[in-house]
């Protein structure tokens, strides 16, 4: 059960005559309940390319992705993505735009704002699900886009630098939202960021991936999002000796592949 990823390789063809892009190769990775798989890698190794052969939007050029022993081939209600801008209806209000993938799906109107209102609960909007979304803070706008993920009830939520947006002290907040919504949901998550911090804090697994041709160069498995879920402050885990040892380390690993991709 869960998602796998095997042997996975994605070559983009180009247009003119520029040599085609090896974006991924050989990429193998399993997403299992209750994981948290953070990716983490310079602009450009693949990130966004795995996100999308998860969803769905890309087909592989060789190698599979199984999803509970299926293949993936397309998108599918069981993979919800949220991305970096948050691509809302603007001409619809919070309770709308939260019930929209269910009205696709052909809910009928009570039913689905009821499921909903569930999750704006959750999603701490409760008194704004009147309201235009253009109205709101880009933090604000960030939580309507995970409940209408959250909505669908899918098995994988896929997460595309979703926070990158953020001002710092908004995105530590949403990284303990999203941290307390994965664990009352137990969704598997795909998440996807730039910033090492928050990749530690809130992955059960990381891989950091690098460019040219996209690989899987390191795993983690990390402790530090269940001490904070299990009572330990974020910024006493951020700041724990353990956390920041590893943080070097994996800054050390990025830094590398930059200057070497320089
Ligand atoms: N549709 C596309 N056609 C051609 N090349 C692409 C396409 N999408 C991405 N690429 C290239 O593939 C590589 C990986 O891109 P991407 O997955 O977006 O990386 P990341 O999200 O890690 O920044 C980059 O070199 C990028 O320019
Ligand atoms: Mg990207």
Avoid at 117 to 134: H, K, M, P, Q, W
Avoid at 157 to 166: F, I, R, S, T
Avoid at 215 to 221: A, L, Q, V, W
Wanted: with cysteine.
């Amino acid at each position: 059960m869960g998602l796998h990823i095997r042997q996975a390789s994605v070559i983009y063809p180009t247009a003119d005559a520029r040599p085609p892009v090896e974006a991924l190769r050989e990429i193998n990775l399993e997403i299992l309940q209750d994981d948290f798989v953070v990716a983490l890698g310079a602009s450009g190794c693949g990130k966004s390319t795995l996100l999308s052969l998860i969803a769905g939007f890309l087909a592989p050029t060789s190698g599979e992705i199984l999803l509970d022993g299926a293949m993936v081939n397309g998108p599918g209600a069981d993979r919800a993505v949220v991305f970096q801008k948050h691509a809302l209806m603007p001409w619809l209000n919070v309770l709308d735009n939260v019930a929209f993938g269910l009205k696709l799906q052909g809910v009928a109107e009570a039913k689905r704002h009821d499921v909903a209102r569930g999750f704006i609960r959750l999603l701490g909007l409760a008194d704004f699900e009147g309201s235009r979304v253009y109205n709101l803070s880009g933090g604000m706008q960030q939580r309507v886009g995970i409940a209408r993920a959250l909505t669908c009830d899918p098995k994988i939520l896929l997460m595309d630098e979703p926070l990158g947006a953020l001002d710092a002290l908004t995105r530590e907040k949403a990284q303990e939202l999203i941290l307390n919504i994965w664990h009352k949901t137990s969704k598997s998550v795909f998440f996807i960021t730039h910033s090492v911090e928050e990749a530690l804090f809130m992955g059960t697994k990381l891989i950091v991936m690098s460019p040219r041709p996209g690989r899987i160069t390191h795993r983690f498995d990390l402790p530090f999002s269940r001490q904070f879920l299990t009572g330990t402050p974020a910024r006493d885990v951020k700041a724990s000796r353990e956390f920041i040892a590893l943080r070097e380390e994996v800054l050390k690993i990025i830094f590398a592949d930059e200057e070497a991709a320089a």
